[in-house]
Antibody
Framework: EVQVVQSGIEVKKPGESLKISCKGS????????FGWVRQKPGKGLEWLGV????????RVSPSFQGQITMSVDKSISTTYLQWSSLKASDTAIYYC???????????WGPGTTVTVSS | EIVLTQSPATLSLSPGERATLSCRAS??????LAWYQQKPGQAPRLLIYDATNRATGIPARFSGSGSGTDFTLSISSLEPEDFAVYYC?????????FGGGTKVEIK
C-alpha cells in the first residue's frame, strides 16, 4: 500500500528543539519529492517547503527560511522536519505528503500535532 | 509570491445542489492549479490537478476549469460527504502557495 506515516503528537516548551518524521512505504522512496504543510488551529494550509528524497535538494518558503530544516535518511525511507528553537507560534498540525511528478501533493500523511507551551 | 484568493469564504448549500467555488491568482499561473478537499480532523486530499484533471479515485461530479488567473471547482450535485473545506494551490512559481479556503456547509 502506498502511504506516508508520520510521527506522533509532540508537546514541547518554547526554546526546545524538535524533529518530526515522515516515512514512505509501498513505492521507491528516492524517486519522489516530499512536502511539508502547516495548519494552525482553525486556520488554512501554509506551504513550508519540499525536499527530494534522492539528493536532499530542498526548497523552503521564504516565510519559513531560517526557522525550519528539512532532511532525509534514505536508508530508512524517512524525511524529517526540524526546529532548533520552538516558539508558541509553531503550535500547529504539520502534514507531510509525497508529491506527484507535477509537484502537487498526492499522498498525505495523517499529520503530526505539535503543541508549544510553557 | 503568488497570492490565491478564494471566494466565497463560506458556501451554504443543500445536498443535491450544485456548488461553484472560485480561485483567483494575483498573476497568471497558466493551468498549474490544484484543488484539495479537507474534512474535519483529516488530512487534505487532492481532487483536481493542472486545473482540469481529476486525481485517482475522485468522482466525476467534481470538475475543474479555468486558466491564467481565474479558476473554478464545480461539484455537480452535492453528496453528504462533500461538505468540507476546499483549497486551491498553484505550482507555477516557488514558493508554492495555497488559497485561504472555501467552506461548503449544509444549509
Amino acid at each position: 500500500e502506498v502511504q506516508v506515516v508520520q510521527s506522533g503528537i509532540e508537546v514541547k516548551k518554547p526554546g526546545e528543539s524538535l524533529k518530526i518524521s515522515c516515512k514512505g512505504s509501498g513505492y521507491t522512496f528516492t524517486n519522489y519529492w516530499f512536502g511539508w504543510v502547516r495548519q494552525k488551529p482553525g486556520k488554512g494550509l501554509e506551504w513550508l517547503g519540499v525536499i527530494h528524497a534522492s539528493d536532499s535538494e530542498t526548497r523552503v518558503s521564504p516565510s519559513f527560511q531560517g526557522q525550519i530544516t528539512m532532511s532525509v535518511d534514505k536508508s530508512i525511507s524517512t524525511t524529517y522536519l526540524q526546529w532548533s528553537s520552538l516558539k508558541a507560534s509553531d503550535t500547529a498540525i504539520y502534514y507531510c505528503a509525497r508529491l506527484m511528478s507535477t509537484v502537487y501533493m498526492e499522498v498525505w500523511g495523517p499529520g503530526t500535532t505539535v503543541t508549544v507551551s510553557s | 509570491e503568488i497570492v490565491l484568493t478564494q471566494s466565497p469564504a463560506t458556501l451554504s448549500l443543500s445536498p443535491g445542489e450544485r456548488a461553484t467555488l472560485s480561485c483567483r491568482a494575483s498573476q497568471s499561473v497558466r493551468y498549474y492549479l490544484a484543488w484539495y478537499q479537507q474534512k474535519p480532523g483529516q488530512a487534505p486530499r487532492l481532487l483536481i490537478y493542472d486545473a482540469t484533471n481529476r486525481a485517482t479515485g475522485i468522482p466525476a461530479r467534481f470538475s475543474g476549469s479555468g486558466s491564467g488567473t481565474d479558476f473554478t471547482l464545480s461539484i455537480s450535485s452535492l453528496e453528504p460527504e462533500d461538505f468540507a473545506v476546499y483549497y486551491c494551490q498553484q505550482r507555477t512559481n516557488w514558493p508554492l502557495t495555497f488559497g485561504g479556503g472555501t467552506k461548503v456547509e449544509i444549509k
